[in-house]
Structures are given as C-alpha cells and as structure tokens.
C-alpha cells in the first residue's frame, strides 16, 4: 500500500518557510521575553492592518476568544446565544462558560452556514447575542445577519476560526459584528505551533475590555477591576503567527486552485461538491463532500490509504454534555443532515496535483464498490 496520504500535513505545509520560522524562534529565545511583549504587539497590529483596520487582541485560543469576546459584550449567566448547532463544541463551550447557554439556528441546506431566515424564530426574550460560524473556510451571509442584529438590537460575535482570509461582499470574515474570533491552531489556514486565538474589534473601547479581560482583569501593574482569566497569546506563537501571515494569502489561493481542481476531478462521482462561492471569498479551511453512505466511503477510503475526518459527527444538542438542554432529535434537520453525510478529504496547500488525483481516484473506486 502507498503510504497514508493525511488529511493535513503541518510539515509539508510549512517546508518552504522552515529557515524564516527558526530565524522567529530564535529572535523570541535570544529577546528572553515570553510575554505581552514585541512579538505579540507586531502580530496585532500585522493582523489587525491585514483585516482592514480595527484593533486585534491576542488570547490563549480561538475558544478563549468566543468566551472574552461574550464577556465583553455583556452576555453571562442566564443569557442566551444565538448560534448553529452544526459546529466544534468549542463554540458551545465559550458560551457555557460565562453561564449562557446556546441557542440554535438551523443552516442553509447548501451551505451549511447559518440561514438568516430562521434566526428571528429563534429568538428568545433572554437573547444577547447572535454567533454566527464562518465553516469549512466560507464565510456566512454577514449582511443579511448584521441587518437582522440591528433591527433586534442584539451584537454580533463572529466564530471565524476557519475563515482566516475569507471574504464577504468585499470585507473579511471576521470584521463584520462588534468582534470577530479566530483561532491559530495548527491546522488552520493560519496557524500557530500550538494553541493561540485572537479577537478583531473596531471599538477601542471594547479593546482595552479584551486587554483588561485577557489579562485577569488587570488594568495596572496588580490593579484589577474585572474578574478576567489567563489567556495571552504567548511571544513564540506571535512571531511564528506573524512570519506565516504574509504567506497567507498565496496558500489561500492554492488551497483555492486545489478546491477547482478536486470539483473537476468528482465532478462525475456520487457525492455532492461544496456549493460554489464568488472568486475569492471561500478560503477551504476544509475541503467536504457529502454523501449519504458517508461511513462506508470513509472506511473503503482508509483501505486505499486516503485519511479524512468529519467535521463534525455530532450536532452540539446531541453531545451528551449538552442534554441538559432538552432539545431532540430532528430539532434542526438541515444541520443534522449535514453532520450525517459530510467527509473531509485530505487537503492542503502542499499538495500536489497527483495527491488530488489519487483522492478522486479512490472516491470513484470505493463509490463503485458501493453500487
């Protein structure tokens, strides 16, 4: 058997920036600064400036991001948040922790984003905030949630974790609401050597709020006014998150080339494609399919040497942890639809043309096997 073509491989990804990211590794152990220093400062200002302006807060991880994020925007305990169920329990987790609870949306059949013409049915009287989930690399349809939010007098928090470059009507995801989170995990399409996140806001009041916030509430040396955590995104992340942002934009082109590829190379295969979006706004954090022999496809893929994920299996309100909510099966079809059938296949920037083409190659195999 060939060998184990991964669904993502970090250290293809980063070969050709090797030499530049030891050269930011070294700068940060040679400085002896670790903290709240230089590095972190550069990388905020760096991002903030590739988003379009505004002010970007560092923090220990994208979901330290969602629950500063809510905090700062007034939500706690009690409240309730409007989001999707068909997305990473971390989104869930942010809200849990101040002591809200989630709300869900049902998702656009298509695009498994949040659809804006079911969010007022799922409004309560204890609704504070509304976070919609930028997935798989696409963003969801900002204006028509912004005009939504607005009209119920409700902020908006944006969940961009795998949108890093993504674009909407000519404006980033994550730039749209009072705040936009993302995080850096390693296999984003903007990612750290470990756990780190971040929070965009136009507001410099809210700013300082995340500064305070982040920084166990503290606004001078052993002042605190606010009960804040621990969550700062540490000095090596910020240098390595900051030599990889240049590059960003050409590995979302590539993963932008590689996407046209694959839906020419399935385009005669049984499985639904990702419905198309305008040139340039969908970045493929996630390359998925759909299919509803999803289990099958994905064993017969793994004994072709193809590795995949489903992102994700299980819709929060059917998490064991999330019961106590007390919404059933089939409350939200279309999400749950989605979790049923979606496959991630290996994808990548450093992939190369034969990579995708085994992909398509064993899909149609273990397809036919199927028939």
């Known amino acids: 058997m060939s060998e184990v073509l991964p669904v993502f491989d970090l250290r293809a990804h980063d070969r050709a920036i090797a030499e530049e990211i030891r050269a930011a590794i070294r700068r940060v152990t040679d400085s002896g600064w670790y903290i709240l220093g230089p590095e972190l400062e550069r990388f905020e200002r760096a991002f903030a400036d590739y988003l379009g302006g505004g002010s970007v807060v560092g923090v220990g991880s994208g979901t330290d991001a969602l629950q500063l994020a809510l905090t700062a925007a007034g939500v706690g305990a009690g409240d309730s948040v409007l989001t999707v169920p068909n997305t990473a329990v971390p989104t869930a987790s942010a809200i849990t922790a101040i002591g809200a609870h989630p709300r869900f949306v049902d998702v656009d059949p298509d695009t498994a ?8 049915d799922a409004l309560a009287p204890n ?33 961009a974790a795998q949108a890093h470059g993504a674009i909407w009507q000519g404006r980033r995801a994550g730039t749209w609401g009072e705040m936009g989170c993302f995080s850096f995990y390693p296999s984003k399409n903007l990612g750290a050597y470990g756990d780190g996140g971040a929070v965009w806001t136009a507001d410099e009041t809210l700013a300082a709020r995340l500064c305070e916030l982040r920084n166990y509430g503290q606004v001078d040396r052993y002042r605190h006014t606010s009960l804040g955590i621990n969550s700062r995104l540490d000095e090596m992340q ?33 499985v639904r494609l990702p419905a198309v ?39 929060v309100h059917r998490q ?52």
Request: hydrophobic share 40%.
């Open 127 to 159: 609704t504070r905030a509304i976070l919609p989930v930028h997935l798989y690399g696409r963003s969801a349809p900002m204006d028509r949630v912004i005009e939504i939010a607005r009209e119920c007098g409700l902020p908006v928090i944006e969940d």
């Open 113 to 120: 984003l949040i659809d804006p013409d079911r969010i007022r």
């Open 320 to 371: 064991e942890a999330y019961r106590y909510l007390g919404y059933p099966e089939g409350s939200w079809p279309e999400a749950e639809a989605w979790c049923r059938e979606t496959l991630s296949l290996p994808f990548s920037p450093a992939m190369e043309e034969n990579d995708l083409s085994r992909v398509a190659s064993a899909i149609a195999e273990v397809i036919a096997s199927l028939e």
């Open 238 to 270: 910020a240098a390595i998150l900051a030599t990889k942002l240049p590059h960003l934009d050409a590995w979302n082109r590539r993963r932008q080339e590689h996407a046209a590829t694959l839906r020419r190379l399935l385009a005669k295969a049984a």
């Open 277 to 315: 979006a305008e040139e340039g706004s969908h970045v493929y954090h996630l390359f998925v399919v759909r299919t509803d022999r999803r289990d099958e496809v994905r064993e017969g893929l793994g004994a072709r040497g193809i590795a995949s994920q489903i992102h994700y299996p299980l819709p």
